[in-house]
Structure formats: C-alpha cells, structure tokens
C-alpha cells in the first residue's frame, strides 16, 4: 500500500485571514462507489482543475485562520454510512491516483457505528471483524460495511473519521434523550477508533443521517464541541455562520 501524504498536504496553501469570509468548495458526497466511475470522477476534477483540499482546510477556513483563494476550484470528498465499497473501491481508487498522479485526495468517512458487538467497556474490546453495522427491516443484507479493522486501517492511512450517528435515524424525530444518546454514542465510538487508530484527531465534524437536522440537533453537536456537520442541500457556497449546514453534491444509494 503506498503511504499516504497528511491530509493538510493536498490543501490549498493557506493565509492568515482577519475576518473568515464565505468561500466556494464543491463537497461531493458518495454511498456504494464503483472504483471506475469513481477514479474517473477524481480524474476528471484534476483534469479540470479542481484542488483537493482536507477537512482541516475546510475547518480552518470557516474559522478564519485559513484562507481559500476565491479564484481557485477546490473540493472534498466525504462518504457515508460506513458501505464496503468504500474501503474496496473507494480506496482502491484513491490510492491508484494518489501513485499516477502523486496527488493524495483527502476523504472524510462519515461512519455509522452499530457495531453490534460492542461491549460497555470499549471499544478496544470489539473484534476487529465486526461490521459498523448491519441492516434490520425491509431489506436486511441490501448492503455491506466495513470492519472496525478496515475503519482503522483507513485512518492510519490518512481517511478522516467522522460521525454520522449509532442507527443512522431520523434525528429530529427522536425524543430529546434518544436524540442525544445517539449523538453522543457515536462521538465516543468514533474517538475510540481514533485512539486504537493512534492517530491524533484534528478535527470533529458530522453528517446528518437523511440530511435531516433542526436546532435541537445542533445544539447537542455544538456542545460537543463539533467543528462542523455536513447537510444534503446542494450548495457549494460556506460560510462560518452556516458551518452546521454545509452543502454537498452527490447521490444516495
């Protein structure tokens, strides 16, 4: 496997800035990846001269301690929901580029974080084949996810980790307790596969299952001092003051 550049590395060569100021990044959001449509997707972005830029660009960007030149086209990619496709394909893919090219694309992988398995102690006590997750309801087995060890495998690789709840459920349907069970659940989860990852965290941001959120949601994610949450509304326009409501392109699948 070719070692991966820190993800800082691809990001757009940063400013100090006095005020943060919206700036224009497309955030292309993924499910089930198909490594050749996928590759000719991130070829097709640097071939068109789009920049990769990391989650901590983007973070920093909408704190005002980095700047994105206004001329430039910059993206990121984020996957959601944990599929294993990611991991076979999706990787796959990004490491193919990152040798053709020497451009490591930065990813942030939004996991949901069932894994049934898991004991009150740790999470270093769940066996590293356990899935994410695993379907219940209409359609159980419609999809695959990746192992805790494969989850590990890519944060040591230079994937971001981010939280995209236990159960994957509709947040604002949820009681106020069940709501916030789910949030802060999968936020401990997700640090401990950092901490068995030995790789330290830099920053914390979220996807909103369904891309359905509301106040109440945000308020528990700003106490626990997330960064940012990523929605589903197609906008390529951020600014800080939107920071829990970032906009991504994509598909569900």
């Not at 292309?28 to 198909?34: A, C, G």
């Not at 369904?210 to 001092?225: A, D, K, Q, T």
Request: aromatic share 10%; proline share 6%; hydrophobic share 45%.
């Amino acid at each position: 496997m070719a070692a991966a550049l820190p993800a800082a590395a691809a990001a757009v060569t940063p400013a100090l800035a006095q005020v943060a100021a919206p700036f224009r990044s497309e955030f292309r959001l993924y499910h089930e990846i198909r490594y050749g449509l996928f590759k000719r997707d991130l070829l097709a972005l640097l071939d068109g001269g789009a920049q990769p830029i990391s989650i901590e660009t983007i973070v920093g960007a909408l704190n005002g301690s980095l700047t994105i030149p206004a001329g430039v086209r910059t993206f990121h990619i984020t996957w959601d929901d944990a599929r294993l496709s990611q991991f076979t394909d999706g990787w796959r893919a990004i490491q193919e580029v990152h040798r053709e090219r020497g451009i490591f694309i930065p990813v942030t992988a939004f996991l949901i974080t069932k894994f049934e398995h898991l004991p009150l102690a740790s999470m270093a006590a769940v066996p590293d084949d356990t899935p994410c997750y695993s379907e219940d309801g209409d359609f159980p087995g419609k999809h695959h996810y990746m192992t805790k060890a494969q989850v590990i495998e890519l944060i040591r690789g230079g994937v971001h980790a981010g939280s995209h709840t236990v159960n994957h459920p509709d947040l604002p349907s949820l009681s106020e307790g069940a709501m916030e069970g789910e949030l802060v659940v999968a936020e401990q989860r997700i640090q401990g596969l950092w901490d068995l990852a030995g790789v330290p965290r830099p920053v914390k941001v979220f996807a909103y299952p369904y891309g359905r959120f509301n106040e109440r949601v945000i308020g528990v994610l700003r106490s626990l001092r997330c960064d940012a949450a990523f929605s589903t509304i197609a906008n390529a326009l951020h600014s800080p003051q939107e920071r829990f409501i970032l906009g991504r392109f994509g598909y569900a699948e």
